[in-house]
């Protein structure tokens, strides 16, 4: 079975959500966040709103799928956000940007957006002390870490669980080291337990971690992140 990279589009919108939401489903902690924890309830709404989250943002935000090559199943994601000192240049990383939509196109996705979200949320996802308190140490944790940057960081990985272990959230962080070394930029990634193995194992060094005991709002076990930095590989940056 042969996996390659390609950019990302409005049109992807199912294949995305569902690899998405169904990797996100198997998490206990995420599940917490919902007041309806199932596919049925959260995938669709996801495939609604997936396209205008990837048609804003597109100065700094790169998103790259990868997909199974016999049946074009979209069975992986990566979203990256450019710290600005390469924004700015307006040149990097272009096959990962989603390109601009037609006027009438971003109406649509944006109404499609609106109506199945509230406040900038999605429906059906719990808000109020529980989300604060859950959050709070981890923003804590990223404000202490991002004076050391600038960084490229890696907002979003995910993969089809039926596609585990078969190295293709390895193919789509390799996709962006690559970029980072080649502009002399650090590396940034705030991971879940399940993940580590793969960062450390692609040259991240591990530089905090969180350990959040939410068991007052119904967490039955602590949730515990990894905050992790990549120095740049020795490579010749562009533009040298």
Excluded at 2 to 25: H, K, N, V, W, Y
Excluded at 217 to 222: A, I, L
């Amino acid at each position: 079975m042969a996996f390659i990279i390609q950019p990302c589009f409005p049109e992807d919108a199912p294949g995305l959500a569902t690899t998405m939401m169904s990797a996100r489903l198997t998490d206990l902690h995420w599940r917490t966040l919902w007041e309806n924890p199932s596919a049925e309830n959260i995938i669709p709404r996801a495939i609604e709103r997936v396209p205008w989250t990837l048609v804003t943002g597109t100065e700094t935000k790169r998103h790259q799928k990868v997909i199974d090559v016999e049946t074009g199943q979209v069975v992986g994601y990566a979203r990256w956000s450019l710290p600005q000192i390469m924004a700015k240049k307006g040149d990097v990383w272009l096959e990962a940007q989603v390109a601009k939509p037609t006027p009438a196109d971003r109406a649509v996705y944006e109404k499609q957006y609106q109506e199945n979200s509230r406040n900038g949320q999605p429906i059906g996802l719990k808000g109020g002390e529980m989300m604060h308190y859950r959050g709070a140490p981890l923003e804590e944790a990223d404000a202490r870490i991002m004076p050391g940057g600038p960084f490229l960081t890696l907002d979003y990985l995910t993969t089809d669980p039926s596609f585990w272990r078969r190295g293709i959230g390895r193919m789509l962080v390799q996709s962006g080291l690559q970029i980072a070394d080649q502009h002399g930029i650090k590396t940034y990634v705030m991971s879940e337990p399940a993940a580590l193995k793969l960062y450390l194992s692609l040259g991240f060094q591990l530089v905090d971690t969180v350990s959040v005991d939410y068991s007052q709002y119904g967490g039955t076990e602590p949730m515990v992140m990894y905050f992790l930095v990549r120095e740049v590989s020795q490579v010749e940056p562009v533009g040298a």
